[in-house]
């Protein structure tokens, strides 16, 4: 018998992904091509949907070819990608516009309207179990009815990415039920796009652009001959419906029994575990569905994790960066020998790490608060990592309070297990143990589970993680350094608010 595999795609805000999986979740191959975030206006984050596409092509037949492995066993396909943003087609699949991505502010004007009405705390979130916000397709669609009108009628279909991604493969349109679960289109409990919520937003016409809900594991198409012709993949591979990101990570981590915390750092710092009984929660980032039965993410996340760090690199360490290629060693290595070189007691120094906004205090932006003579470039990395930690941690003491049972060994992936000291500062500043999964690409191993299950290859999506998901090793936090990281994050959960008002002055110089 042949030996079967199954693809995932993931299409982040800057880069798409393409990977090959074993049904031991061992990664054969994989490809990534970066594509371009285009920022027309302050606050505008949006992509090329025709580069969008060349990159999905390339990466699915780079990724073919160089596993050398026969296409008529790739068992089966899934996408996933950034959860919210908006990609809108015309009815010939072409698109109307730029695609927006999932760190779009345009309509903030919009969320703060809406979160002001009390009839959104009684009546809306009880509905969605979420807070609305910017990126939301219900605040991008408010935006560009008041901004774009022409876009109405041009439109046949409003996507999410990995909607958008799987109709181009398949010709068919769905609208997978854990993305749309997080979009503040979905009733959480009726699991049906609700009317209420779309005229309480002022969108009720695009309720007639939405392509009919499919599950996770359901059959959503199969790839097209033009499609095949293209890529190298066989006519008549099925495609699942895939998966929300953030539920993807979830499941990459083996994130599928209840009271377990599970952490992935990278552009988004995400917090989540999964539970049966869903709560309606005031300023709780997200309940979503999850792709097992009677089980729902609840999720805190925003975008300040790991990405702070190459943003810092590009901006300051130039010289750094140059020197590093020329040595023949990693920036990032660099970075962590940086920070393994002081200890946390030696600098006060703090970093919020709001490059794309902040999750705590509105308006707020990335910077430093502490600076002197004193602190050199080492101290500066140094707060980087532990600002991103601090920003998870925020996120983290939110989900504490909601389940208490939070407290035994957390799973960790993403960017930052490349770095030992950056996991070591993670494990003293939550306190408990952490689980590191052996995963490359959360994404696209998390969504091609999915397919898995479609394909009858694994019973449930229970049965794929506990066979394609892997713990490597346990990082234990350091008693010792207990109390000087409390005392850090305590100041820099002061400092949060008391720079509040300054952020808010800055929005109206």
């Not at 009815?145 to 996507?159: A, G, L, M, S, W």
């Not at 009733?187 to 937003?201: E, P, S, W, Y």
């Not at 990693?330 to 919020?352: G, H, M, R, W």
């Not at 930052?416 to 003293?428: D, E, G, H, P, R």
Request: net charge neutral.
């Amino acid at each position: 018998m042949s030996k079967k595999y199954l693809m995932g795609i993931d299409n982040g805000g800057t880069s798409t992904k393409a990977a090959i999986y074993d049904m031991d979740g061992h990664e054969l191959e994989k490809t990534t091509v970066n594509t371009k975030m285009l920022t027309p206006h302050p606050f505008f984050t949006e992509r090329d949907m025709n580069e969008l596409w060349k990159a999905n092509i390339y990466v699915m037949k780079q990724t073919l070819e160089k596993s050398h492995i026969d296409p008529r066993n790739i068992s089966g396909i899934a996408c996933t990608g950034h959860g919210n943003g908006l990609y809108l087609v015309d009815d010939k699949g072409n698109a109307v516009r730029n695609g927006i991505i999932s760190t779009d502010d345009r309509a903030a004007a919009y969320v703060k309207k809406w979160l002001a009405d009390p009839y959104y705390e009684n009546e809306i979130r009880p509905k969605t179990y979420q807070t609305v916000w910017s990126s939301q397709p219900v605040a991008l669609l408010a935006w560009l009815q008041d901004n774009e009108p022409e876009v109405f009628e041009r439109t046949k279909y409003i996507f999410m990415i990995p909607d958008l991604i799987r109709f181009w493969l398949t010709g068919d349109a769905h609208f997978e039920i854990t993305n749309a679960s997080g979009t503040s289109m979905l009733n959480i409990n009726t699991k049906k796009f609700d009317q209420d919520l779309f005229k309480f937003f002022g969108i009720e016409r695009w309720m007639a652009k939405l392509p009919p809900l499919a599950n996770s594991t359901d059959h959503c198409g199969s790839i097209s001959r033009k499609i095949a012709s293209e890529t190298g993949l066989v006519e008549g591979t099925p495609c699942s419906g895939g998966v929300f990101d953030i539920a993807a990570s979830a499941l990459s981590t083996g994130l599928v029994h209840r009271h377990k915390l599970g952490i992935v750092t990278g552009t988004w710092s995400i917090n989540e575990y999964i539970t049966n009984k869903p709560k309606v929660v005031k300023d709780l980032f997200m309940t979503s569905i999850y792709p097992i039965a009677d089980r729902w993410l609840i999720t805190e996340a925003s975008p300040t994790s790991a990405s702070n760090l190459e943003w810092f690199i590009n901006t300051f360490m130039d010289k750094e960066k140059r020197a590093a290629e020329n040595a023949g060693f990693s920036i990032y290595e660099y970075c962590n020998k940086l920070v393994a070189s002081t200890k946390p007691q030696d600098s006060d120094l703090l970093f919020f790490p709001f490059i794309f906004g902040g999750n705590a205090v509105p308006n707020a932006s990335a910077g430093f608060v502490g600076a002197t003579k004193y602190h050199d470039l080492k101290y500066f990395v140094r707060a980087v990592y532990e600002g991103v930690v601090f920003s998870h941690m925020y996120h983290i003491e939110k989900l504490r309070r909601i389940d208490g049972h939070l407290d035994g060994a957390a799973r960790i992936a993403g960017g930052i297990t490349n770095s030992q000291v950056w996991l070591q500062i993670f494990a003293n500043v939550l306190k408990q143990p952490l689980e590191l999964v052996n995963v490359k690409e959360n994404g696209t191993l998390g969504t091609a589970m999915t397919a898995g299950v479609m394909t009858g290859d694994f019973k449930s999506v229970e049965d794929a993680a506990n066979h394609m998901v892997h713990i490597s090793r346990t990082i234990l936090p350091q008693p010792e350094f207990e109390d000087v990281y409390q005392k850090k994050y305590e100041c820099y959960k002061k400092a949060l608010t008391n720079m509040e008002p300054v952020w808010n002055g800055l929005q109206t110089v």
